[in-house]
């Protein structure tokens, strides 16, 4: 039990803490972590360091004060205040116990916590809240320099409790405009500089289609720091009669066209629910109950027909985002009728140096098994051609992305469905190349042996620059650096086309635990913007300057 101490006992223990504030503590040991987590902007609570708290006398552990320095932030005045929580079981923040605070930020900032609690250890975060409004290319340096039990100091670790922390800003929270989950990323600079984030609107629970389920944007017009409000750019509402919840449209690839301008936003629709079986369901009501997932099972079947298999769609804005039309049904553009699905790839599209349009894509075949292909225009988006299926492997691959290298050839970087199983040294993406359009592929000498992933999307942009008088690029590609689990979302480099991914190049971006989808996009020339699944929010932008990937990462 943790009691937070008031009146003249509070005055008591300061006073204790005070009078004792020159000897060290026998009663209090310190511990703690700092992890590398983002620090947002537009979030209440951002936990930046855990100090875990350990009693070494009798009596219970109590704490009188925790000093916190900030000295060393790039922009102080970005800081708005300093909180004290506890903790999950699990360790995380517990942001529904406040134990003390809010207190102005400040160089350094004491907080006169007075903490008793019958515990060998309690866990306590350190929580940030940033401005509205900060400094994206800053830094965040806090540090536990100081705390007081009513016998003295506690001895810090001897290597000093904190870190440096990238800040960002949480574009999407859960429960933001009454939504209960934003997911799957899209981010896009148009030709005007504006920065569009796109995600899928899941309004009523967090699992994928089908469900209550529109595509969104933000749009931001200096560089990711602040963003328009929420506009939903893909709603089926009831069409065909049926509830929402029955036409949900889902992982969104969104495209700038480079020669026109043409924004476009492709997703995919589900109409009603087909069952296990393959049978679309009849009668559906708002009280109805039914879900199938359309790649599960039989979800989505052979065909045209929205009864059949779930539906391909695109919207199209001319005016840089700020109005789009109506949905056009391209199903029967690009699916085989045999196949079970056709679907974008969440993410982006690119414009080729001949201005072909390229979306990666993904589907099930004739049998059911998942495949990973591209989708081409030379229309401008008016028609679209599908290609062969990249890769055979034994579990098929989903989820890609798209690329085109120095010498013309299309890369596409797809998640493979072994690696749910297969956590050995051959998991990794599988990749493939091609200089025909998607006709014919052959496998990149780095497929399933350069990068991994816990068998999760994962985003692939070429940057380019402009340094010494020359046009530059560099291949940028960011997921969940592990075999297992969705942690550690981490921005990679390669200066060779993807032939390697030098690790002195590698920017940990957060740690945490979190859904794992991103994308990149450039943010003008100097700077490179990641919108992210993370552990703090359901939607993070950060922007990191070019010279930071250029120059070996973050310290």
Same mark, same amino acid.
């Given at each position: 039990m943790i009691r937070i101490i008031s009146g003249t006992v509070a005055a008591a223990a300061l006073l204790a803490a005070l009078s004792g504030c020159g000897r060290v503590s026998e009663s209090l040991a310190v511990e703690?972590?700092?992890?590398?987590?983002?620090?947002?902007?537009?979030?209440?609570?951002?936990?930046?360091?855990?100090?875990?708290?350990?009693?070494?006398?009798?009596?219970?552990? /109590?704490?009188?004060?925790?000093?916190?320095?900030?000295?060393?932030?790039?922009?102080?005045?970005?800081?708005?205040?300093v909180s004290l929580y506890g903790a999950l079981e699990n360790g995380l923040i517990d942001t529904a116990r406040l134990i003390c605070g809010p207190v102005a930020a400040a160089g350094r900032v004491r907080l006169d916590c007075r903490i008793s609690a019958d515990a060998d250890t309690l866990p306590v975060w350190v929580a940030l809240k940033m401005r509205d409004v900060i400094d994206l290319n800053g830094f965040v340096k806090v540090a536990c320099?100081?705390?007081?039990?009513?016998?003295?100091?506690?001895?810090?670790?001897?290597?000093?409790?904190?870190?440096?922390?990238?800040?960002?800003?949480?574009?999407?929270?859960?429960?933001?405009?009454?939504?209960?989950?934003?997911?799957?990323?899209?981010?896009?600079?148009?030709?005007?500089?504006?920065?569009?984030?796109?995600?899928d609107v899941r309004r009523e629970l967090g699992r994928d289609l089908q469900g209550d389920?529109?595509?969104?944007?933000?749009?931001?017009?200096?560089?990711?720091?602040?963003?328009?409000?929420?506009?939903?750019?893909?709603?089926?509402?009831?069409?065909?009669?049926?509830?929402?919840?029955?036409?949900?449209?889902?992982?969104a690839c969104i495209t700038v066209d480079r020669t026109s301008g043409d924004i476009l936003v492709a997703g995919l629709w589900m109409h009603g629910v087909i069952d296990e079986q393959g049978r679309w369901l009849e009668g559906?009501?708002?009280?109805?109950? /039914?879900?199938?997932?359309?790649?599960?099972?039989?979800?989505?079947?052979?065909?045209?027909?929205?009864?059949?298999?779930?539906?391909f769609m695109?919207?199209?804005?001319?005016?840089?985002?700020?109005?789009?039309?109506?949905?056009?049904?391209?199903?029967?553009?690009?699916?085989? /009728?045999e196949w079970w699905l056709w679907a974008p790839a969440p993410g982006n599209s690119i414009t080729m140096s001949d201005g072909t349009l390229v979306m990666p894509t993904q589907g099930r075949d004739g049998t059911g098994k998942s495949f990973s292909n591209i989708t081409w225009s030379r229309d401008g988006g008016r028609t679209w051609t599908s290609s062969a299926p990249a890769a055979e492997t034994p579990q098929g691959t989903t989820e890609c992305a798209v690329v085109e290298l120095a010498d013309g050839r299309l890369m596409l970087n797809m998640r493979d469905n072994r690696n749910r199983t297969d956590p050995s040294d051959e998991n990794g993406r599988t990749v493939a190349i091609t200089a025909d359009l998607g006709r014919t592929w052959t496998v990149h000498p780095t497929s399933r042996g350069a990068l991994i992933e816990p068998t999760c999307m994962a985003s692939l942009y070429r940057h380019e620059f402009t340094a010494g008088g020359e046009r530059r690029s560099v291949l940028l590609f960011c997921n969940p650096a592990s075999k297992s689990a969705r942690v550690n979302m981490t921005l990679k480099a390669s200066f060779d086309?993807?032939?390697?991914?030098?690790?002195?190049?590698?920017?940990?971006?957060?740690?945490?635990?979190?859904?794992?989808?991103?994308?990149?996009?450039?943010?003008g020339e100097e700077y490179v913007g990641v919108l992210y699944e993370g552990s703090q929010a359901d939607m993070i932008f950060q922007r990191i300057p070019l010279a930071e990937i250029l120059g070996g990462g973050s310290e």
């Open positions: 703690g972590v700092a992890p590398v987590y983002p620090v947002l902007a537009l979030k209440e609570a951002n936990p930046v360091l855990r100090l875990d708290f350990i009693r070494t006398g009798d009596g219970p552990l /109590e704490v009188s004060a925790v000093e916190i320095s900030l000295k060393e932030t790039d922009n102080p005045k970005d800081v708005e205040s320099v100081g705390v007081t039990a009513p016998d003295g100091k506690a001895q810090l670790p001897a290597e000093g409790i904190g870190g440096r922390l990238r800040t960002g800003v949480a574009v999407r929270k859960h429960g933001d405009d009454g939504v209960h989950s934003y997911r799957i990323p899209g981010l896009v600079e148009t030709g005007a500089g504006t920065i569009i984030a796109l995600y389920i529109d595509i969104g944007i933000n749009r931001s017009f200096d560089g990711g720091t602040t963003w328009e409000p929420l506009q939903i750019v893909m709603d089926m509402g009831r069409w065909g009669g049926l509830p929402e919840k029955f036409n949900g449209v889902s992982d559906l009501t708002e009280e109805s109950t /039914e879900w199938n997932h359309q790649w599960r099972n039989r979800g989505s079947q052979p065909g045209f027909g929205v009864r059949e298999t779930s539906q695109i919207t199209r804005s001319s005016d840089d985002g700020a109005t789009w039309s109506e949905p056009e049904n391209i199903t029967r553009m690009g699916k085989s /009728e086309d993807g032939m390697t991914w030098p690790a002195e190049h590698s920017i940990l971006l957060d740690e945490g635990r979190g859904r794992g989808y991103s994308y990149i996009t450039s943010v």
